[in-house]
């Protein structure tokens, strides 16, 4: 899918940090290999209070459907009342991120099936 291109994501990756909002300019596009010459459209969301991996991704080719998703973590966190307020934050920026990455998609697939039946 051409949304899932590393050029694409960071286009939108910019403008999202453009906007001010969800911590804007914390997420990057993975270097990742081409499966089957589809790229996997990963981004990551790094955490500040947490020692687990998020990232973001399409849910399938064909998809515009975005998830956040939560890798294990590797140890255990202890974390002050400020800093889970803080952690709880991050979170939402990174729900805020993946329904714009959405949105996008879904705008980006109209435009190519528009453009198709033209």
Known sequence: MPFRSKDTLQAWLDEYAASGVGGGG???????????????????????????????????????????????????TELSPEAVYDLCREIAWAADLCAFLQRKSVEHMERLAAETQA
């Open 26 to 76: 914390i997420a990057y596009v993975a270097d990742q290999e081409p499966v089957d010459g589809v790229d996997s459209g990963l981004v990551i969301f790094p955490l500040g209070n947490a020692t687990t991996s998020v990232y973001l991704a399409p849910i399938a080719v064909g998809v515009p459907d975005w998830r956040v998703t939560f890798e294990a973590q590797p140890e255990v």
